[in-house]
């Protein structure tokens, strides 16, 4: 039998859990932990990174097998290394997302579909709206870092454009797709680990 760790009270009496008859393993919850810890959505500070080292390093040292959760590869290497047993380094919500993302790419190519659209405005020189979403797996779980939303917004710009690109292919000149607008984006963020943002990007060719 498995039980979670994940708040402060739970650490400081993590020998006390891990002497109950019955009890296998102990898995440490990085998000609630640092919530437990005053660091709510940062659960790679480094105060909480210490307390996760030293309950991995107790639990161990009970003959219990310890786990945890991390996206990051290098952290997961790092827990396996204390010795954890098992590290989750997967996301259920990403996965899924992504096996959907596929299934829907294989009957419709959203990017060709607008391209087609856009074309019917682009021969007269109008402008026309290209719509672009993607969704990020962040390292931290809770608000992504400036880091991740330069990177998020970048990936946005370079399929806007992309889509803009195989519009002006048909023109005569093939003319450089530019950006005139941009409409306010959609941000969901109603999942800890996941950032999606859509957003309507307005183009015209030359």
């Keep these: 039998m498995l039980v979670q760790a994940e708040t402060k009270e739970a650490l400081d009496n993590l020998d006390a859990i ?37 309950a991995i390093v107790r639990i161990v040292k009970n003959g219990k097998a310890a786990g945890t959760l991390t996206s990051d590869l290098a952290l997961a290497q790092k827990y396996l ?78 399929r806007a454009h992309a889509i803009a690109a195989n519009v002006a292919s048909t023109l005569p000149g093939k003319p450089e797709p530019v950006v005139v607008g941009i409409d306010e984006p959609e941000i969901d963020e109603e999942s800890s680990s996941l950032w999606h943002v859509k957003v309507r990007f307005n183009m015209r060719c030359g």
């Design 81 to 158: 290394a204390l010795g954890c047993t098992f590290v989750a380094s997967g996301i259920d919500a990403r996965l899924l997302a992504d096996a959907c993302r596929r299934v829907a790419t294989a009957f419709l190519d959203d990017s060709l579909r607008q391209a087609a659209y856009g074309r019917t405005y682009a021969e007269a020189g109008k402008v026309f709206p290209v719509t672009v979403e993607n969704t990020l797996q962040l390292v931290d779980i809770g608000t992504p870092s400036d880091g991740e939303k330069e990177q998020m917004w970048d990936e946005l710009r370079k």
């Design 18 to 54: 891990c002497a109950v008859d019955g009890i296998d393993g102990v898995f440490i919850g990085p998000a609630d932990l640092a919530a437990s810890m005053g660091h709510l959505g940062k659960p790679t500070h480094p105060d909480v990174q210490r307390a996760i080292d030293d």
